[in-house]
């Protein structure tokens, strides 16, 4: 409930991420590192006090919203190794999750073409959620 709290949890057989921004937004998105794949978030709930998921492998830093936001040794050491010159953070976030927290129940999903929520659970469903 708090900003910086997350709960690890599934959808389906994909682990992700749900977290509650510095914005108090709600955010999820896969719990997979975009570089290597690696597990980022191993607690199953907590808080993260700076903002910051860190991949244990490599160590590169997520914030809440799934965006990448540091690599370590980007450009290299003493000249050597590093990412390319073209890398662009913004193409190397996590996978988001759409969610939308509707009456205290967060719904999620992958697709982009998901109606409204409303629309999706029909007009009975929706009402006993209000009601709820």
Same mark, same amino acid.
């Given at each position: 409930? &708090?900003?910086?709290?997350?709960?690890?949890?599934?959808?389906? @057989?994909?682990?992700?991420?749900?977290?509650?921004?510095?914005?108090d937004e709600? %955010?999820?998105?896969?719990?997979?590192?975009?570089?290597?794949?690696? &597990?980022?978030?191993?607690?199953?709930?907590?808080?993260?006090? *700076?903002?910051?998921?860190?991949?244990?492998?490599?160590?590169?830093? %997520? *914030?809440?919203?799934? *965006?990448?936001?540091?690599?370590? +040794?980007?450009?290299?050491?003493?000249?050597?190794?590093?990412?390319?010159?073209? +890398? @662009?953070?913004?193409?190397?976030?996590?996978?988001?999750?759409?969610?939308?927290? %509707?009456?205290?129940?967060?719904?999620g999903t992958?697709?982009?073409?998901?109606? *409204?929520?409303?629309?999706y659970m029909? !007009? !009975?469903?929706? %009402?006993?959620?209000?009601?709820?």
């Amino acid at each position: 409930p &708090e900003k910086g709290s997350f709960k690890s949890t599934y959808i389906g @057989d994909t682990p992700v991420v749900v977290t509650r921004g510095q914005d108090d937004e709600i %955010y999820a998105w896969v719990n997979r590192c975009a570089h290597r794949g690696a &597990e980022i978030c191993r607690e199953r709930h907590g808080k993260s006090e *700076d903002g910051a998921y860190t991949c244990v492998y490599h160590q590169w830093a %997520y *914030d809440a919203k799934g *965006d990448l936001h540091g690599v370590p +040794f980007q450009r290299g050491l003493a000249g050597k190794g590093g990412m390319p010159k073209d +890398f @662009d953070k913004k193409k190397h976030g996590l996978r988001k999750v759409r969610v939308v927290n %509707y009456h205290g129940a967060i719904f999620g999903t992958f697709s982009d073409d998901t109606p *409204d929520i409303e629309e999706y659970m029909g !007009d !009975d469903v929706s %009402y006993h959620m209000r009601r709820l």
